[in-house]
């Protein structure tokens, strides 16, 4: 793919790329088949995600869609270019707030505008949405009211709804959180009805609890009574999930072998039980599944988009292995307990066994849910802690994804602007390809699965602050490691010199360049963005009180100029150490006020005369702070009897809108 092919789009805050799926053409045609299936199995669930991330979010892009293709007015027209953003904005977010800062989407075209549009469209049209039912999937609420108004409200009324996920301390999360966990009414349940409620299920001698939540709605049904609709075949999302299953059903007479279709049958009970043991199940056997060079997630599985860490976004991913960069993944996951025995933490916390870790880089092939348009680099699963610790987890990097991103970034100038001197930029440039795949490894196959819960402790105890504090353990592992003369031993570091390039990375974003992000007045929101502030901050803090006068790490001045320069490289490895221990202890003991005091303190401020420097000269780059992916398309060739003799992979028929409004007709879940 040349240069040029890579970028799709770009719009707003965004740039969409394609990417590439290298080696599928060399699969057999049984596992193409198998992945044929599964990607249509992934692309179905696409709806539930929407629905998930705000109750309206289904209404709001039925009508928007309408207006969008129905428009025959002027396209140089200010409302109609703002409107087009805004159109392109939720497509990417999967809704009407932002995919990473959770900030509602503000429309730069008028409601008046917009009414005029709908008014346009066909007497057909407008009756059907003003007599839609206002909340899909709804189980008990006031059918009276009437939808446009109220989506109206919802998407020009900067105060409703204002935020996806809202993590402010102090504030009750659930019922100022825009996302569609809790209740079907506006203000129908509290974050203590919720904390109450599974607190009153949870036996803290069970040595297996499943995850509490991760599958259902909770809301007050008509009686008044605290209850959980269940996603399962016969419940919530069921007509989306009957597709699932449908294709999973396809794609098991493909499996490659009897435990990869043990895998797929456990996950169909699953899909049609909506009972969490057989979800605990199939995790147990997707873990024992090593053979099988395909692969796929497929699931309400990362809990980021719950403002109290428990229920589980939608997502799907369907990927298989990448065979010759594996080698790296698996030396790094066969020292696993040398690892764990080496790290700086009480010995109470150590697992003395650790068991089933499993690691290797794989190529994406399809991107669903809450991993589409924008995706992850590393995944490493099942999320459950003893899981984790009985049978162990699996750990991927996404090898094509990675080199879509480093393609797309090649010569932007941005290490040139941000990095304090030529020996940074040379360095990051030399090594930067080990150290984000190194990180990457470390982060996803043993960061997460390192360490372990002291007896008793519950898996939920940090509440609200554990997917950021998890992240922060994971990546401080990642980074204390990095700079281990293990790795050079190993041979997954070239040298002693490489890991400096992911300290100055790391520490640069952390303090500075990831700001880029968030609007000017914006604290930090999102789990990831806050991990990356905590470890930089508590860091810079713990230097300065140690050296003043000369700090292991600082900011400083240079031509008006704020820059991250670093001193001493040992000594911030020593920094990382204390704050692991400190991290894994907070896990290890449930101690939610020092986990609390931990992500306030350092992970969510923002300085704003900083931020507003890095805004300036970001964007005198003319770089996109976010990137996505548009997929390419897969077609089953058949032969008369309906056989499918081939699968063909298809990158450049699809533009961005054309992929979006496409999805929206073929995997809708209707009413």
């Not at 995600?49 to 129905?70: G, S, T």
């Not at 002027?74 to 953003?85: I, R, S, V």
């Not at 810079?540 to 001493?568: C, G, M």
Request: with cysteine; aromatic share 12%.
């Amino acid at each position: 793919m040349k240069a040029s092919d890579w970028s799709v789009d770009r719009f707003a805050d965004i740039e969409v790329l394609r990417y590439e799926v290298p080696g599928f053409e060399q699969l057999s045609l049984q596992q193409k088949t198998l992945v044929y299936y599964l990607t249509e199995a992934a692309l179905w669930g696409r709806d539930i995600l929407w629905d998930q991330n705000c109750k309206y979010n289904l209404a709001i892009r039925k009508v928007c869609e309408a207006v969008y293709q129905n428009y025959k007015g002027d396209k140089n027209d200010g409302q109609w270019k703002a409107f087009e953003q805004y159109m392109k904005q939720i497509w990417f977010a999967n809704g009407i707030h932002h995919h990473y800062s959770n900030a509602k989407f503000k429309p730069g075209f008028t409601q008046e505008w917009f009414e005029a549009q709908m008014a346009q469209l066909s007497e057909e049209k407008q009756k059907e949405f003003e007599n839609m039912p206002i909340i899909k999937n709804e189980v008990y609420m006031n059918r009276s009211q009437k939808a446009l108004p109220i989506l109206m409200r919802a998407m020009f009324d900067s105060t409703y709804m204002a935020i996806k996920v809202n993590q402010a301390d102090g504030a009750d999360l659930v019922a100022t959180s825009a996302v569609n966990f809790y209740g079907y009414e506006d203000g129908e349940l509290t974050q203590k009805d919720v904390e109450d409620y599974y607190s009153s299920k949870k036996n803290p001698n069970d040595p297996h609890p499943v995850m509490y939540g991760l599958n259902s709605k909770l809301y007050v049904d008509c009686e008044g009574r605290i209850a959980e609709h269940v996603y399962k075949e016969d419940g919530l999302y069921g007509t989306a999930i009957k597709h699932i299953v449908e294709n999973l059903n396809k794609a098991a007479q493909y499996a490659e072998n009897g435990q990869q279709r043990i895998v797929i049958e456990s996950l169909i009970k699953y899909y049609r039980s909506g009972d969490l043991k057989d979800f605990d199940t199939y995790s147990i056997e997707w873990v024992k599944d090593l053979a099988s060079k395909v692969d796929f997630i497929n699931g309400f599985i990362e809990s980021y988009s719950d403002p109290l860490g428990m229920r589980g976004s939608w997502e799907g991913m369907v990927n298989f292995k990448d065979s010759a960069n594996t080698a790296r993944t698996e030396i790094v996951s066969a020292n696993a307990q040398w690892f764990e025995d080496h790290s700086p933490i009480d010995d109470r916390f150590r697992k003395p066994v650790v068991k089933g870790v499993t690691a290797k880089v794989i190529t994406a092939a399809i991107l669903a849910g809450d991993s589409y348009p924008s995706t992850p680099i590393g995944i490493n699963l099942p999320n459950s802690n003893w899981i984790r610790a009985e049978h162990g987890s699996k750990s991927v990097s996404i090898d094509n994804i990675t080199a879509a991103y480093d393609a797309a970034a090649a010569g932007n100038g941005f290490r040139e602007e941000f990095m304090w001197s030529a020996e940074e930029v040379q360095r990051a440039k030399k090594y930067a390809h080990y150290v984000d795949n190194i990180h990457t490894d470390l982060h996803e196959c043993l960061g997460h699965g390192s360490g372990r819960l002291l007896p008793g402790t519950d898996p939920d105890a940090l509440k609200a602050y554990g997917s950021t504090l998890e992240e922060a353990r994971a990546d401080i592992f990642a980074l204390y490691y990095m700079a281990d003369e293990k790795l050079v031993e190993l041979g997954v570091m070239p040298d002693m010199e490489a890991y400096k390039a992911g300290y100055y990375q790391q520490m640069m974003n952390g303090l500075m360049t990831q700001l880029v992000r968030i609007l000017p007045g914006d604290n930090l929101e999102e789990a990831h963005m806050r991990n990356r502030a905590l470890i930089a901050y508590w860091t810079l803090e713990r230097a300065q009180k140690d050296n003043p006068s000369a700090p292991a790490i600082e900011i400083v001045k240079r031509d008006d100029k704020s820059y991250v320069r670093i001193n001493d490289y040992a000594k911030l490895r020593q920094y990382f150490g204390e704050l692991l221990g400190e991290l894994q202890r907070i896990k290890s003991e449930g101690d939610f006020e020092a986990g609390r005091n931990l992500v306030e303190t350092y992970g969510v401020k923002v300085n704003p005369e900083l931020h507003a420097e890095v805004l300036e000269r970001y964007k005198k780059l003319d770089i996109a702070p976010y990137k996505g992916f548009v997929n390419p398309r897969y077609e089953a060739v058949k032969d008369a009897q309906g056989n499918i003799t081939d699968v063909k992979i298809i990158y450049s028929s699809e533009s961005y809108v054309d992929q979006m409004l496409r999805y929206g007709r073929e995997y809708a879940i209707g009413e």
